[in-house]
Every structure is written in C-alpha cells, then in structure tokens.
T-cell receptor
C-alpha cells in the first residue's frame, strides 16, 4: 500500500528566501504526482502535476521535481512571499490505484 | 461560474439524521471523488465515480452512500449520521483516471 510522508510538518521562513518542500513515497511505481496548496478553511488548489515519465514541472516561481528511484519529489519555491503562506500537500497515484495524500507541510512566510 | 461547487458549505446535524452533501461540476469531467479531511488522518477517499451510474468504494466508505445519475452531480449521503462523521468533506473531479484533480471549496459538517 502506498504511503506518503512530508517533512517537515511546518516551516517558517523570512520573505524572499528560496525554499524546498519534500514529499516521500514508499512505492516507486507511480503514475502521477500532484502538488496542491490549501489555505485555511479553503479547498485544495492544484499547483503542478508531474507524470511518471517527467522529471520536473515549472509554473512561475514553482518548480516540482520527481525522482522515482528514490521515492521523492520536491517543490521548490523561489523568492517566497507572505502570500505563499499555506499548507502544501502532495498526492501520489499508482497504476490501478487512486491518489494517496501526504499530511502536508504548513508554510509561513514572514514579512 | 464554471468549476466545482459544493453545498451546503456548513451543516450542523444531530446523530441519527440523514444528511446529503451536494457536489456539482461544470467541466463534464468523467471522474468525481469524495474525500474527508480530519486532523491526524489527512485526506481520505470515501467514494469515487468513473462515469454516470458507475461508483466504487474508497478507503473509508462505511456509513456513506453515493449516486451519480448525471455526469455533473455526485451527491454524498450519510444515512444515519454519527459523531465520528464530523469532518470537512471535499468533492473533486478529474478528466481522466488518475489525472489532475480539481477540488471544491468543501463542506464543514458537525454531527452533535
């Protein structure tokens, strides 16, 4: 059964800093990996989807990488802003299975 | 507006009552999902649907019933609500199986 972990559980950084969020999964035979952000009391907003054949995806200041062999994905946020403060979740799908979500990393970007 | 909507946004009910949470999407996505989000458990899949009249159980289906008579609607019913079903419920949709998922704003349900 796929298990997804995200470390750290919480992260606090000063504005302008570049940062990396981590997502680890136990079964490397994945189909897709998706990164979301969730603001307090809100739904999940899709950030990036990486297919198993891809190594990375970029959207604006966000870059997500995928290393299936090591069971890891990272979300890189450049030049962080207070508006980036949210909880970031990754979700992994395997062939024949639905997405399994990680517990999330709560990010605070301090002005 | 196009997208995925959920109603009601907040609901308080009593133990034993029947409750139906509604989900509507305007993208004509084939796949729809119901999740619950709880502290300490994260997001867990309750039920999903691949198309109209096709539904299947997820990780935590007990106590819930779903139907999908139209592609755009996917209601979730708690037949006899229990306190353990107090949670935030999210509906999501995707165009294809295991494709990018898009989430609704959620329904916060409290069972007293």
């Amino acid at each position: 059964k796929q298990e997804v972990t995200q470390i750290p559980a919480a992260l606090s950084v000063p504005e302008g800093e570049n940062l990396v969020l981590n997502c680890s999964f136990t079964d490397s035979a994945i189909y897709n990996l998706q990164w979301f952000r969730q603001d307090p009391g809100k739904g999940l907003t899709s950030l990036l989807l990486i297919q198993s054949s891809q190594r990375e995806q970029t959207s604006g200041r966000l870059n997500a990488s995928l290393d299936k062999s090591s069971g890891r994905s990272t979300l890189y946020i450049a030049a962080s802003q207070p508006g980036d403060s949210a909880t970031y979740l990754c979700a992994v799908s395997n062939y024949g299975q639905n997405f399994v979500f990680g517990p999330g990393t709560r990010l605070s970007v301090l002005p | 507006d196009a997208g995925i909507t959920q109603s009601p946004r907040y609901k308080i009910t009593e133990t034993g009552r029947q409750v139906t949470l509604m989900c509507h999407q305007t993208w004509s996505h084939s796949y729809m999902f119901w999740y619950r989000q709880d502290l300490g458990h994260g997001l867990r899949l309750i039920y999903y649907s691949a198309a109209a009249d096709i539904t299947d159980k997820g990780e935590v289906p007990d106590g819930y019933v779903v139907s999908r008579s139209k592609t755009e609607n996917f209601p979730l019913t708690l037949e006899s609500a229990t306190r353990s079903q107090t949670s935030v419920y999210f509906c999501a949709s995707s165009r294809l199986e295991r494709d990018e998922q898009f989430f609704g704003p959620g329904t916060r349900l409290t069972v007293l």
